[in-house]
């Protein structure tokens, strides 16, 4: 069905940056909703940012300003979240989503990365 690749965690100071990659793929032609999810120790996971398939964005209030979903333009089904400002609170593993669902009439299974660390500090 979907198997998704993620990259680009790492150690970063405060008020640094990284950028996340997210590689879905399918063997469809489908455009897929694309999302980040992350998780901090002791934490439930929470949804940091998606793109669905028709472009609509959606941030958590507490990322928004600071971090950008976005497809790349080559391969739709890869999607970057820029993630500037970092604080200690972004620390966590993050993990790329595709939400199961109808794409183009194929029904396609929920797609979980295996996550990728980042970690914010000084």
């Known amino acids: 069905q979907v198997q998704i690749v993620e990259s680009g965690g790492g150690l970063v100071q405060p008020g640094g940056s990284l950028r996340l990659s997210c590689a879905a793929s399918t063997s469809t032609s489908s455009i897929l909703a694309i999302g980040w999810y992350r998780q901090a120790p002791g934490k439930q996971r929470e949804l940091v940012a998606r793109?669905?398939?028709?472009?609509?964005?959606?941030y958590a209030d507490s990322v928004k300003g600071r971090f950008s979903i976005s497809r790349d333009n080559t391969n739709k089904n890869t999607a970057y979240l820029k993630m500037n400002t970092l604080t200690l609170e972004d620390s966590g593993t993050y993990y790329c989503?595709?939400?199961?669902?109808?794409?183009?009439?194929?029904?396609?299974?929920?797609?979980w990365g295996e996550g990728t660390q980042v970690t914010v500090s000084s």
């Open positions: 989503h595709v939400p199961g669902g109808f794409y183009d009439g194929i029904y396609i299974l929920t797609a």
């Open positions: 793109i669905s398939s028709s472009g609509t964005i959606t």
